[in-house]
T-cell receptor, first 116, second 115 residues
Framework: GENVEQHPSTLSVQEGDSAVIKCTYS??????FPWYKQELGKRPQLIID?????GEKKDQRIAVTLNKTAKHFSLHITETQPEDSAVYFC???????????????FGKGTHLIIQP | DTEVTQTPKHLVMGMTNKKSLKCEQH?????MYWYKQKAKKPPELMFV???????INESVPSRFSPECPNSSLLNLHLHALQPEDSALYLC??????????????FGDGTRLSIL
């Protein structure tokens, strides 16, 4: 099955600086890569996603890049703010046996701490 | 506000009890999922329903029994659970059961404690 590795496990940055979180996946058939933000005691919230036919996607201060050849993808947050502090999970999805909906395989998460 | 609603928010039960977790969405999504999340860990997939049919069971013990009565509802029936089953149980849904690149939207979860 799919295996997703995520680094670093903890990332502390000064407010206003950029943060980068990296993930690698094992199965070349994976074709969908979402990122979720989870605050303490709350549900995972989708912040951005990328499909395998796209190399980069940006939404305001957040961007994701995908390198299919190397099987890795990254989350970039610019101009970090205190409210960006949370746990961030990357994930990968692969077609199920019937070619239909499949669950997500998550990385272990990165605890992002924004220092004021 | 989340569009996937889970009840109850908290549940405490003994190992001999039978209880059910409920999940509801009215977005017309045709794929629904159960995940289990332990503290400081990522969500782990348990079950996937596509068009109200169980399509994936990730080798979950039989003390967890999913049910999808209709396209808007997903239940998880619990019986004879163990203390290690204490966790946050998350429900999610996505629009198209035949595409894997659809965003999954999560509910707030049910925090389950087994005494």
């Amino acid at each position: 099955g799919e295996n997703v590795e995520q680094h670093p496990s903890t990332l502390s940055v000064q407010e206003g600086d950029s943060a980068v979180i990296k993930c690698t996946y094992s199965d070349s058939a994976s074709n969908y890569f979402p990122w979720y933000k989870q605050e303490l005691g709350k549900r995972p919230q989708l912040i951005i996603d990328i499909r395998s036919n796209v190399g980069e996607k940006k939404d305001q201060r957040i961007a994701v890049t995908l390198n299919k050849t190397a099987k890795h993808f990254s989350l970039h947050i610019t101009e970090t703010q205190p409210e960006d502090s949370a746990v961030y999970f990357c994930a990968a999805s692969i077609a199920g046996s019937g070619g239909g909906a499949d669950g997500l395989t998550f990385g272990k998460g990165t605890h992002l701490i924004i220092q004021p | 506000d989340t569009e996937v609603t889970q009840t109850p928010k908290h549940l405490v039960m003994g190992m001999t009890n039978k209880k059910s977790l409920k999940c509801e969405q009215h977005m017309g999504h045709r794929a629904m999922y159960w995940y289990k999340q332990k503290a400081k860990k990522p969500p782990e997939l348990m079950f996937v329903y596509s068009y109200e049919k169980l399509s994936i069971n990730e080798s979950v013990p039989s003390r967890f029994s999913p049910e999808c009565p209709n396209s808007s509802l997903l239940n998880l029936h619990l019986h004879a659970l163990q203390p290690e089953d204490s966790a946050l149980y998350l429900c999610a849904s996505s629009q198209d059961a035949y595409r894997v690149d659809q965003p999954q939207h999560f509910g707030d979860g049910t925090r389950l404690s087994i005494l």
